[in-house]
């Protein structure tokens, strides 16, 4: 690249590393620094909950590289416990403050990768609550568990449910409390009732559509009134992009908070670049910017950034948003938007529930799968995917997301040819069978939501449970009728007038009900994912009531 590049990196960890690494195996003669505020600078934070657990057994396991070995290995400038304080643009020099003084580090191209920073709630005696973000806050995390017995944990997104369910484990006795009517805000309730149920079942206290108001030195209190003994709180109520720095400095932020950037990740300075949680990410689904706090894009975008740098051409495609946790035996994985954000945008979409096994049924062992795909009708696009199970259930996302990457429609899926044997899968497999449901809603197939059924009965539709005898006991929906398939032919004249809804369990024997009727010409639809959608749905609402203190 010629005469020495300097290159002042704020932040380590992913998406800051990443960029420091990539950039010196592009150009051996730069001048890399990295200003990192805590003690390391090459930390697994993903896997942080699980120390506390016990699970990762040594804390140093986290730690992937220590900051004297990865400087040597990359000839970098590596400065922690250092903290940018300001950017004076004009003179392009970062000012610092670490353990030696003030100092100030001049710049050709700065990359601000200062990640997102907890949000604290703000209630009294919030100072004493800890939150999970880095190394330092491990440390202090741990120290505090040595003499607890109860801690409330204040929040239901990933990290809280991962750090309930070590503490858990830890054999704790632990609370959690979350101020959405269910966890996984991502997901919709339908899909994810089944963690709160299992969470419940280990231990734990669960306080759904609920919120602390006041914390003191042992007990929270809840707006309900009820009060909760605790030895330690930890907050993990979302986190927010990081950008002091960059606002000081007067760089453009969006709604989010973050800093806004183009597809070279430059801000409104274009000597200033910004990656990882600190910086906005591009919706591919919803369209416009928004804070997508997620390791894979940090790292993938630390990597492009040093590219831009180097002068090797980029462009960052808008960020889907992937993600998966497992947290009391069950994984929920989900790619794109939920149906809630999607009605909070006002977009229309298609909704496909299925239910399918994670591999052959008659291979011992298969556990199923809880699916959920989110369409838009217009033009058959994958707007979302939701996965929840015990078994198969990343694989089926993963698939899903890469789908949605190279442009296939939700129809398409139908068509991949993805590997098979009964112990890892079905001929059919549940992603090819999306694909089924979707070309068949496509043609014109009509379908009804969980949520719909009670307003489409109300308004005279007629429900009919085509299920065969033994599956009733599982449970029946108030107001249906039972008339298995094998009984439709005969019975058709008395359900031409008005209306008909049929369900099945999961919605693939009222296809074939569906389907008959109609050739009939009965006005007809599906319930969309049959009885267990319904359940699963009407049992999300239970549960928040039943575990909210009133």
Not at 266 to 288: F, M, N, Q, Y
Request: glycine share 10%.
């Amino acid at each position: 690249m010629g005469t020495e590049r300097r290159v002042v990196i704020v932040g380590g960890v992913a998406a800051g590393m990443s960029a420091a690494t990539r950039l010196r195996r592009l150009d051996e003669t730069a001048h890399i620094t990295v200003v990192e505020r805590g003690s390391e600078v090459s930390v697994a934070t993903c896997g942080m909950p699980y120390h506390l657990g016990g699970v990762i057994a040594e804390r140093d396991d986290l730690v992937l590289q220590h900051p004297e070995a990865i400087a040597r290995r990359f000839a970098l400038d590596v400065r922690t416990r250092t903290t940018a304080i300001d950017i004076d643009r004009i003179a392009r020099v970062v000012v610092v403050r670490g353990p030696s003084g003030m100092e100030r580090l001049p710049y050709d191209d700065l990359v601000l990768a200062t990640g997102a920073v907890a949000i604290r709630p703000q209630i009294p005696g919030a100072e004493r609550t800890l939150a999970l973000r880095g190394i330092d806050d491990l440390d202090r995390i741990a120290e505090r568990l040595r003499d607890a017995r109860r801690v409330v944990v204040l929040g239901g997104g990933y990290v809280g449910v991962e750090i309930a369910e070590n503490l858990v484990v830890r054999g704790l006795e632990v609370a959690l409390v979350q101020r959405a009517p269910h966890l996984l805000t991502g997901f919709d309730p339908e899909m994810v009732v089944g963690v709160a149920e299992a969470a419940i079942a280990a231990g734990v206290d669960l306080h759904l559509d609920s919120s602390a108001v006041s914390i003191s030195l042992d007990e929270v209190v809840l707006a309900s009134g009820e009060r909760i003994l605790a030895d330690l709180v930890i907050s993990a109520i979302g986190v927010r992009p990081e950008s002091e720095l960059a606002r000081a400095a007067g760089l453009a932020t969006g709604a989010s908070g973050g800093v806004l950037v183009d597809e070279q990740f430059r801000t409104s300075d274009p000597a200033i670049r910004a990656v990882g949680d600190v910086a906005e990410k591009a919706d591919a689904i919803l369209g416009g910017t928004r804070s997508i706090p997620l390791a894979g894009p940090a790292n993938l975008h630390g990597r492009l950034v040093a590219d831009a740098i180097a002068g090797i051409p980029v462009s960052a495609a808008p960020t889907i948003g992937v993600a998966v946790v497992g947290a009391f035996g069950v994984t929920a994985a989900v790619a794109g938007a939920s149906e809630a954000a999607l009605r909070a945008a006002g977009r229309e979409h298609r909704v496909i529930h299925t239910h399918p096994l994670h591999h052959a049924g008659y291979y011992p062992g298969a556990r199923p799968i809880a699916l959920k795909l989110l369409v838009d009708p217009s033009d058959d696009r994958i707007l979302g995917a939701q996965a929840v199970g015990t078994a198969g259930v990343e694989r089926r996302i993963d698939v899903i997301a890469t789908a949605m990457r190279g442009g296939l429609r939700a129809s398409e899926l139908a068509q991949l040819e993805l590997a098979y044997a009964p112990q890892f899968g079905s001929a059919k497999d549940p992603v090819a069978m999306l694909g089924y449901v979707a070309d068949n809603r496509r043609s014109g197939e009509r379908a009804i939501q969980w949520h719909e059924l009670d307003e489409a009965v109300t308004q005279g539709a007629r429900l009919i449970d085509v299920r065969a005898e033994g599956q009733l006991a599982e449970g029946l929906i108030p107001g249906a009728e039972w008339i298995p398939v094998e009984q439709l032919r005969a019975r058709v004249d008395e359900l031409r007038r008005g209306r008909v809804i049929v369900h099945c369990r999961v919605g693939q024997g009222a296809h074939t009900a569906l389907r008959l009727l109609a050739a009939h010409g009965v006005d007809v639809a599906n319930l969309d994912g049959g009885y267990l959608t319904w359940h699963a749905g009407t049992r999300a609402r239970e549960l928040a009531h039943e575990v909210t203190r009133v």
